[in-house]
């Protein structure tokens, strides 16, 4: 099983970045699939997830800024980040998750924002 992240870089504070992952889960659909970050020095957050039923939640950190969505005729997730803050630099994983037993991750995407 794959998941591959894409998108990352960086931005200036206000800024917009938009990731991807695309993974090899199939079926995709049967998979509640999420966006985690770990920031240097801290341990690995959620950020937001996004149910088989196309609900997503997110961190207070992130509310009205950042925007989950999937594309499940692509098996990919996307998460638009808006008005970027330099607290929001971290490494971005994805998550892909069924049943809780069959749990995989892709290997990141580093987020840079510069003040």
């Known amino acids: 099983v794959q998941l591959q992240a894409s998108g990352g870089g960086l931005v200036q504070a206000g800024g917009s970045l938009r990731l991807s992952c695309t993974t090899s889960?199939?079926?995709?659909?049967?998979?509640?699939m999420a966006w985690y970050r770990r920031a240097p020095g801290k341990q690995r957050d959620l950020v937001a997830p996004?149910?088989?039923?196309?609900?997503?939640n997110y961190a207070d950190s992130v509310k009205g800024r950042f925007t989950i969505s999937r594309d499940n005729a692509k098996n990919t997730v996307y998460l638009q980040m808006n008005s970027l803050k330099p607290e929001d630099t971290a490494v971005y994983y994805c998550?892909?998750?069924?049943?809780?037993?069959?749990?995989?991750w892709g290997q990141g995407t580093l987020v840079t924002v510069s003040s």
């Open positions: 998550n892909a998750n069924f049943q809780r037993a069959h749990d995989y």
């Open positions: 889960v199939i079926p995709f659909d049967l998979y509640d």
């Open positions: 996004i149910t088989t039923g196309n609900s997503p």
